[in-house]
DNA sequence: GTCTATAGCCGGATAGAC
DNA sequence: GTCTATCCGGCTATAGAC
């Protein structure tokens, strides 16, 4: 009963693969639908049939990290010590999902879908607050903007390119640590 | 002999204000050039008349900004402690700019005119070489990118915006000897 | 110095053939 | 599931009137 052909979402998947990659590079508004169907080797009316709108595959490609965000505050409440949780938490999620998280930070297409839906950015605001901890000085508020606006580029530092995954992650927990102790 | 009428270049520096607070809403592509036009009140011929291309803007829009890595990168090299006077010298551009560099420090468009604009860029690198000082090892060139990185959001971020710029210069400056210490 | 008008292209999105 | 064809609007950029 299987069905060999056609696997459900797979074309959705490559939709989003490419997606992932052209707005890494040209940012989401600088990538049009038509650079989507030319980098899989279709066309346009083919992406249309996975997603009926631009900003379906935005929310497809922000999903994944929205979950791992999510994962990552419940482990942390349920922690005694949320900041440290969450902080490691972050650093793992800027590692798993580098492209994903750089790529789209700062990208201000995706400032305004947050703005339209308010439990993704939600998740964002909690995550801050877990960093801040309660009654933060001026210099702790500082620290963790630092930390997490900085975070989002080392995922994808091109002069970072040789350094490998576990010592990276084991870096940024052990500066997050220490900053956000300083 | 003054020309009170038509002082030039004041109608280049009114584009370039306007251009600048559309680039950080709606990023560099999503910015359009009659967007411009209608938040000046004027025609898109007109701004046509100021600069004959987008990319025009964009250079004029980062051309201050420049002008100041130029003279840190100076005051750096003519001092002792290289990489403190650097360190410093990036805190201040932020305050003095913000808009400029947290509006372009991470929009691809920025990133493609950079890639044209090698001298430019060069820049960005010195700098980077000077917070790194001789033979980093893997912390410190994380530590470096995790600051750059950072110090472009802290520049904008919204939860930071009743801390005066004195304060959030001096506690930058603190952070990042801090972390380049670290 | 600002305007209108226009060129020519590309954007997102849809309809319908295969 | 992918295609071609098409709609409509916005884009950068130019020409020329005022």
Request: glycine share 10%.
């Amino acid at each position: 009963m299987g069905k060999p052909k056609a696997p459900r979402g797979q074309g959705r998947e490559r939709v989003v693969a490419a997606a992932l990659e052209l707005f890494s590079e040209r940012g989401v508004s600088g990538t049009s639908l038509q650079m989507i169907a030319d980098h899989l080797g279709i066309g346009k009316a083919a992406v249309y049939y996975q997603f009926k709108t631009k900003e379906g595959i935005i929310e497809a490609v922000l999903a994944p990290a929205f979950e791992q965000m999510r994962r990552i505050i419940a482990d942390a409440e349920a922690s005694e010590s949320q900041q440290e949780v969450a902080t490691a938490g972050l650093c793992n999620l800027v590692i798993a999902q580098r492209e994903v998280v750089a790529a789209l930070s700062h990208d201000p297409e995706v400032r305004r879908f947050l703005e339209m839906h308010s439990e993704a950015a939600e998740l964002i605001l909690q995550l801050g607050r877990m960093l801040l901890g309660p009654e933060p000085d001026t210099r702790r508020r500082i620290a963790v903007s630092l930390f997490g606006g900085g975070l989002a580029s080392v995922g994808i530092d091109p002069q970072l390119a040789d350094i490998g995954d576990e010592a990276l992650r084991s870096e940024l927990i052990s500066l997050g640590q220490f900053l956000l102790k300083a």
